[in-house]
């Protein structure tokens, strides 16, 4: 607080010197005080809006785990760097208070699976049901995902899991591309993908996309 008062101050003094081209007498420092305690009490608040907000990453990858393979987003919201001269000042990361995807994949420009509403799992969640819809408070782990497509050993095919209105689909050998929208507090954030399904279960991988084509809510960590 001392720092911001100390900033707000200097800025006064060096506006009125610019203004008036003389340093400000005892009256004017009163003013230039108050205006500047003013102004400093206010500056936290301010800070936390711009600053604070939260921010979305997505990590487009593969679970792998013995036999298991399937193709995951992992999502999480990072808290400010602890070296970040904001972090000093008091400003904190705000929790997404409400976070909900889903996806349509399709295949050489036919739609294959229609619009689809995705489970997002996440490590406190001890039923390994998933949510349709969450919050996700800052935090540096991968602990939140989406699961597009797993393979199923049984029989030998990648399947997409079924939402509240449709049942699991199965995805023959091809090259898909899927369409993702996260609903971030009712705002939209599209993106798009492609993954190979082969005949076997190390096929099953997302295609990376050009860097210059990479269109996320900020870097990647």
């Given at each position: 607080m001392f720092i911001i008062i100390l900033f707000a101050l200097t800025i006064f003094v060096l506006a009125f010197v610019g203004v008036f081209g003389r340093f400000p007498d005892n009256w004017e420092?009163?003013?230039?005080?108050?205006?500047?305690?003013?102004l400093a009490m206010?500056?936290?608040?301010?800070?936390q809006m711009m600053l604070g907000r939260p921010k979305l990453l997505r990590d487009y990858d593969r679970h792998v785990r013995n036999q298991e393979r399937a193709l995951m987003i992992f999502l999480k919201n990072p808290p400010l760097s602890e070296k970040s001269i904001?972090?000093?000042?008091?400003?904190?990361?705000d929790t997404i208070a409400s976070l909900s995807a889903s996806?349509?994949?399709?295949?050489?420009?036919?739609?294959?699976?229609p619009i689809m509403h995705a489970r997002i799992y996440s490590d406190d969640d001890l039923t390994e049901a998933g949510s349709w819809r969450i919050a996700l408070p800052p935090?540096?782990?991968?602990?939140t995902s989406i699961m597009v497509a797993m393979w199923d050993?049984?029989?030998?095919?990648?399947?997409?899991?079924?939402?509240?209105?449709?049942?699991?689909?199965?995805?023959?050998?091809?090259?898909y591309r899927i369409e993702v929208i996260f609903l971030k507090?009712?705002?939209?954030?599209?993106?798009?993908r492609e993954f190979i399904?082969?005949?076997k279960a190390d096929d099953l991988v997302w295609v990376k996309p050009p860097q210059s084509t990479s269109r996320k809510e900020g870097s990647q960590t």
């Open positions: 420092w009163v003013g230039i005080v108050l205006a500047g305690w003013g206010g500056a936290p608040s301010g800070l904001w972090r000093k000042l008091g400003v904190r990361r996806f349509r994949i399709s295949e050489t420009a036919k739609v294959t699976i935090t540096f782990s991968w602990s050993d049984t029989k030998k095919k990648a399947i997409v899991l079924g939402d509240k209105a449709r049942d699991s689909v199965e995805l023959p050998a091809g090259v507090e009712g705002q939209p954030i599209k993106e798009f399904v082969g005949d």
